[in-house]
């Protein structure tokens, strides 16, 4: 009898692992996972959505798959994102939340998922920053702890800006929301460190006496920012203090300072 090489054990090992995978979902299945007449298995939360089973038609019966089951239990799985350089290793109910929040997993530019929702680019985080200095450096500002611009802005398009502290991305958004100036920091990266990070936001008058948030915890850039403003998830400026906040009068020219720190 042969002995299987390390590269046709890998082939082996990753055709198995496959079949553990919900063919509806493409996650690891996890107890209980129901079967169907036939004995083929989707992922708990899968059955819940459909009434015939995806690989033959048949109706499920309700009957558990006790052998797979027992299987999964015992076994550990690494990411998928393995070959980017990611080392973790873990069981079947722990791998699909690790792989939704790993930071060797492709991320999208912040301007195809904030702003246009259409394709940018995407890659490694790692490769993020180079992409935005390279197609949106008209938005990025100096990297710095403490931030402070100035923009004439007066309409209904969302400002946007991109910061960059301790070598993390991050992503000024502000609109006008029925004349009241609404203002959210988003982290881009992976979404379980979003809560790592506070910010706060100042507008300053002529005067130079300024309106200042509280510290605020920022929001994963997956978030959709438009939930956030009309949860008032943000720093939100009624319309009579950041109007008089405008350079003049006359003009929409409105000084911003914005810091984020460790939380």
């Not at 070959?83 to 912040?110: D, L, M, R, W």
């Not at 609109?175 to 990070?197: E, F, K, T």
Request: aromatic share 12%.
């Amino acid at each position: 009898m042969g002995t299987l090489g390390s590269e046709e054990m890998d082939i082996t090992s990753r055709e198995v692992l496959e079949e553990l995978k919900c063919p509806v979902c493409y996650n690891y299945m996890t107890p209980p996972i129901p079967m169907c007449q036939n004995g083929h298995n989707v992922c708990k939360t899968c059955r819940q959505r459909i009434n015939k089973c995806p690989t033959c038609r048949q109706q499920f019966s309700q009957s558990r798959c006790w052998r797979l089951e027992n299987v999964i239990q015992k076994m550990k799985f690494r990411c998928q994102y393995y070959t980017e350089g990611c080392e973790f290793v873990g069981p079947a109910q722990v791998i699909t939340s690790h792989e939704a929040n790993c930071p060797h997993s492709p991320f999208n530019c912040p301007f195809s998922v904030v702003v246009t929702k259409t394709f940018c680019w995407s890659g490694h985080i790692s490769g993020m920053w180079s992409h935005i200095l390279d197609k949106h450096t008209a938005l990025v500002l100096p990297e710095a702890g403490e931030f402070t611009f100035t923009v004439d802005y007066n309409g209904p398009e969302p400002l946007h800006r991109v910061l960059h502290v301790r070598g993390e991305t991050f992503f000024l958004v502000c609109r006008l929301i029925n004349m009241d100036l609404y203002c959210c920091v988003l982290y881009v990266g992976p979404q379980g460190r979003a809560s790592w990070y506070k910010y706060w936001v100042a507008i300053a008058p002529n005067d130079d006496s300024g309106y200042v948030t509280g510290y605020l915890p920022t929001q994963s850039y997956f978030v959709n920012v438009e939930t956030l403003f009309r949860n008032g998830v943000c720093a939100v400026f009624l319309y009579g203090l950041w109007n008089r906040c405008r350079r003049e009068l006359s003009s929409n020219i409105i000084s911003f300072n914005v810091e984020i720190q460790f939380n």
